[in-house]
């Protein structure tokens, strides 16, 4: 299921900040995005990085990711079929982001430790 997109971003302060994190909410977007910083990925690459994600969260949060222009799909014409992943030039403008995102929670990790 998609979700809803804006369809204007001037309608009040904050509204920008509300659209950029909606291409990036969820638990799963950030963490792909952190994984495929490096080159392209194989799906169960991303699978085995991202920890307890589930096998169709992953898949939908691709999509979602590829629908809304972040990620590159490219699929090999071999046998058996091989996918691969990779930042678009779009999602590479979210590294700085995803960069600051960690280390925020490198410095911050005891507040997790709290749950």
């Keep these: 299921m998609s979700k809803a997109r804006h369809s204007r971003f001037d309608c009040s302060p904050g509204c920008a900040v509300e659209a950029a994190i909606s291409l990036i909410d969820g638990k799963w977007k950030a963490v792909i995005l952190y994984h495929l910083q490096d080159g392209p990925v194989r799906f169960n690459e991303l699978r085995r990085r991202s920890g307890t994600v589930t096998q169709r969260t992953l898949t939908n949060q691709l999509r979602e990711l590829e629908v809304d222009g972040l990620i590159d799909r490219e699929i090999f014409a071999q046998v058996p079929p091989k996918v691969e992943y990779r930042l678009s030039e779009r999602g590479r ?9 960690k280390a925020w929670g490198d410095a911050n990790m005891d507040l997790f430790a709290r749950r």
């Excluded at 403008?93 to 995102?101: D, H, K, N, V």
């Design 93 to 101: 403008t979210l590294t700085p982001i995803i960069e600051a995102l």
